[in-house]
Structures are given as C-alpha cells and as structure tokens.
C-alpha cells in the first residue's frame, strides 16, 4: 500500500541546534515533494518544493534533500529558534494521481 | 496570511445533520482543494474543484460533495454526518491545469465537531 511517513514523535532540540526531519514514501512515484509548516489551529503553511531531478533545495535557513533511490526526503532546520517550533508536514504529488498527498507530521519543539 | 478565507470558523452539529462549509480563494486561483485533518493526523485529500468541475477526488464517501462558482469560491458539503467527521476541513487554492504542480495556499480552516 502506499505511505507517506514521518516521525510521529515529537522532535525535541536545543535553541541554535540543526533539526533534521525525515520523510519516507513507499509505492509513490513522485514528481515532487513539498514542505509546510503547521501551527496549532492553524492551515499548513508552504515552505519549500523539490522536484524528483533536485537533490537538494534550500532557502535561507532551510534546506531540503529528495532521494528517489532511498523514497526519502530530509529537512533541516539550521540555527533553529524556539519560533520554528511547530508541526512540519511533508507531501507529495504522485506521478498517477496527480494531487498533493500529505504525511502525517513531526511536531518539533526547540527549547531556549 | 495566504488570502484564503473560510468560513464558519468553528460549528457543532449532531449526527444525521448536514453541513456547509465555505471557501473563498486567493484572487486569481482557479483550483480549489479540499481536505480533513483529524487530530494528530496530516491532511487528506477529499476533492479538487478547477474551473467549475470536479477534477479528482480522495477515498471519502459520496455524502462528501462541492461546488464551485464562476468567481472561484467553494463549498463543501456533508450529508448525514457522523461522529468520524469530526475534524478540521481545509480548503486551498492554487492556480494550476488539471494537474496540479505547485504550492498550495491554505485557510485557517473550519473546525467541525460532531456530537
């Protein structure tokens, strides 16, 4: 069956630490892959996309890896601040059904 | 702020009840998506409405049904509710061809409990 997952547990780092945030996908054949973030009652917020032929995207403090090879994709988090403490969900598009299909989340929390 | 609008914000409604929830898209876009956010769960996709038509849909149940208008706002429906419906519907909006390519611009989001 297909899957789109994330950590479910909460991702817990030190203020000014690098946050690693892993997605895996089984049976996706992605064109893309984005990220967003999501507060608490709030709408996720779009942060990055990267396209399967992209190894690795970045944009300011945030940088995102695509491995077609291992179905995975990294974010990272550099310099992290209590701000960026939220919920970040990955998603992709899948080449056959052609709407964005979102992973469950990993909460992060960065603690001063 | 993403220009998206829903509305109402929060409701609470009984089982066997329907409810309408509304959409209005960022100027310009003409694709709308929708989906349901359990708690602790990410969003899944329930349709996608561009230029008017139904243009895919998720695993969700016929008494799931939309529309949207020539001005590009939606509305979601749902017949006979169940206790399972409650959660956070999200509608976005992005201007894209059938398939969809880019990023895509959330509400807040309509918090529905079903009692």
């Known amino acids: 069956s297909q899957k789109i997952e994330q950590n479910s547990e909460a991702l817990n780092i030190q203020e000014g630490k690098t946050a690693t945030l892993t997605c895996n996908y089984t049976?996706?054949?992605?064109?893309?892959l984005q990220w967003y973030r999501q507060d608490p009652g709030r709408g996720p917020v779009f942060l990055l996309l990267?396209?399967?032929?992209?190894k690795e995207k970045r944009k300011e403090r945030l940088k995102v890896t695509f491995d077609t090879t291992l179905k995975q994709s990294l974010f990272h988090i550099t310099a992290s601040q209590p701000a960026d403490s939220a919920t970040y969900l990955c998603?992709?598009?899948?080449?056959?059904?052609?709407?964005?299909?979102f992973g469950t989340g990993t909460r992060l929390l960065v603690s001063p | 702020e993403t220009g998206v609008t829903q509305s109402p914000t929060h409701l609470i409604k009984t089982r066997g009840q329907q409810v309408t929830l509304r959409c209005s898209s960022q100027s310009g876009h003409n694709t709308v998506s929708w989906y349901q956010q359990a708690l602790g769960q990410g969003p899944q996709f329930i349709f996608q409405?561009?230029?008017?038509?139904?243009?895919g849909r998720g695993n969700f149940p016929p008494r799931f049904s939309g529309l949207q208008f020539p001005n590009y706002s939606s509305e979601l429906n749902v017949n006979a509710l169940e206790l399972d419906d409650s959660a956070l519907y999200l509608c976005?909006?992005?201007?894209?061809?059938?398939?969809?390519?880019?990023?895509?611009?959330f509400g807040e989001g309509s918090r529905l409990t079903v009692l």
């Open positions: 409405y561009y230029r008017e038509e139904e243009n």
């Open positions: 990267i396209r399967e032929n992209e």
């Open positions: 998603a992709l598009v899948d080449t056959g059904f052609q709407k964005l299909v």
């Open positions: 976005a909006s992005s201007l894209e061809g059938p398939s969809n390519t880019g990023e895509l611009f």
């Open positions: 049976n996706y054949s992605p064109a893309y």
